[in-house]
């Protein structure tokens, strides 16, 4: 693996890794390293100094620094054409992929109805077209509780918030009447036997 040149401080980036040629004909700050080869021409064919080729790490994901670059090595056993992307989504359709066509003469042949580019023909006959039942068709979520059933929980919820409220309106409404009725008896010394006995 080779690095870029960072700030030591903030990290920052401040050059690509130089054992990359990014140009590919163009100025280097133009250049998205398309085409990409080694600075050093003596370092093509796989002789590049410095790598642990006895018992390197084995891996099927890599973190590539930014501004640096990562030599892998395959083991070519498993003819195919293998993509190799980062893993950022938009990365990867921006073209910060690669397929990796190994052993083609030995690919495995598709199968005879294999679909092919323009020959493809959507064969509705053998699919089932009866509608889903509606029920079934429903998304989970919906199976759960239906509308019918919402508007019902709902429904008996605010008949209740309104049952309740007129049933404290009362409550308060009998309160007072008994406060008043109470205060008038005690005015007229009809419910104050004290009051009367010691006037
Ligand atoms: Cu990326």
Redesign the pocket.
Known sequence: MGYGSYNETTGKIMGDNLDIDCRGGKERSKSFCNNATWSNSTWFGGNVPGLELTNPPRKDTIIVPSGGYVVVRIKADNPGTWFMH???DL??SDG?ALVLNESFPHHPKPPKDFPRCVDFEYDMSNRNMEPVPEKENMKPAEKMVSNEQFWVVTGCLIAGIVLLGFIIVCMVCNKEKSKKQYEMKYATGQDNKVFTVNS
Do not use: Y
Request: some cysteine.
């Open positions: 980062c893993h950022i990365h990867a910060m």
